[in-house]
């Protein structure tokens, strides 16, 4: 009985002087024996272990291939991107909301004041400022837009060189990827599921451009421009055949300058983002 008693009070102490050492930031000589012999075991486990898979390689554990080296490449090859598109993609579409209401509203307002004027002198002087805001919200629109592509096209490209590092490393699985490695523009469509437009760079890439964001607002943009023309036409008493030209014109200036604005901000690219890892020809 004494001695089951000694015993009992010689592990409590033990027990207390483990706990006090943890209070204060010591670790318990023999917890942290046993826990740096589990990371030694756990290391040699981890160091000599292979992978089974048929379809992978077993390359020897040499200078070039470390056993840490594939864990940090599966970590950064991870699908990162989509977690960073979504915030851009309900921005973009709030911008075009905000401006689709700001014309829905330019409209019903001119129309009600087309019915107390009959498109008189007061309905072309509350429709040109009227259009003229409606224009520059649709400019400030597609100016953000544009911002937010480029910033997507840096993420893409991004994951694009992560993606070549990995390969570089284990060039057996570029079979298993369906999105690009190389980081030019081609390779960033490819990454972005519209690889076939860089097939034919000809009408087929023109359609796909009024299919975005940017594109279709351009139009909406341009038919604003081109009703501000044919008012300010009418404004000067010019004949109604001259209202539609001076209409044609403003349409066709602004949708000029919109695509060589949009084909810019895609072209001037940062020396960051310069291709490093250019795709083959063919």
Request: net charge neutral; charged share 15%; aromatic share 6%.
């Amino acid at each position: 009985m004494a001695v089951s008693t000694l015993l009992a009070g010689q592990a409590l102490q033990r027990r207390d002087r483990g706990h006090h050492r943890a209070l204060a930031g010591q670790p318990d000589p023999q917890h942290a024996e046993h826990y740096d012999h589990h990371l030694a075991v756990q290391g040699a486990h981890l160091t000599n272990s292979t992978d089974d898979r048929p379809h992978l390689s077993k390359a020897p554990l040499t200078s070039q291939r470390r056993p840490g080296e594939k864990v940090f490449a599966v970590m950064f090859a991870l699908p990162l991107y989509p977690l960073c598109d979504k915030e851009r993609t309900t921005e973009s579409l709030s911008r075009v909301t905000i401006f689709l209401a700001i014309l829905s509203g330019g409209v019903i307002t001119l129309a009600l004041v087309a019915q107390a004027d009959s498109f008189g002198r007061t309905f072309i002087s509350v429709a040109i400022p009227l259009l003229v805001v409606v224009l520059f919200a649709g400019i400030a629109t597609i100016s953000r837009l544009n911002a937010l592509n480029r910033d997507d096209y840096r993420w893409v490209i991004g994951m694009n060189r992560l993606r070549h590092a990995y390969l570089d490393l284990y060039p057996e699985l570029a079979p298993h990827f369906t999105t690009s490695q190389y980081d030019d523009l081609d390779g960033a469509l490819q990454t972005l599921g519209i690889d076939h437009v860089t097939a034919g760079r000809g009408l087929g890439s023109a359609f796909h451009l009024l299919q975005t964001l940017p594109g279709m607002l351009t139009v909406i943009v341009a038919a604003v421009a081109g009703a501000i023309g044919a008012l300010a036409a009418l404004a000067v008493a010019v004949p109604p055949l001259g209202a539609v030209l001076a209409a044609a014109a403003a349409f066709v200036l602004v949708v000029a300058l919109m695509v060589i604005w949009e084909r810019r901000s895609v072209t001037a690219v940062p020396p960051s983002l310069l291709p490093r890892f250019p795709s083959p020809p063919g």
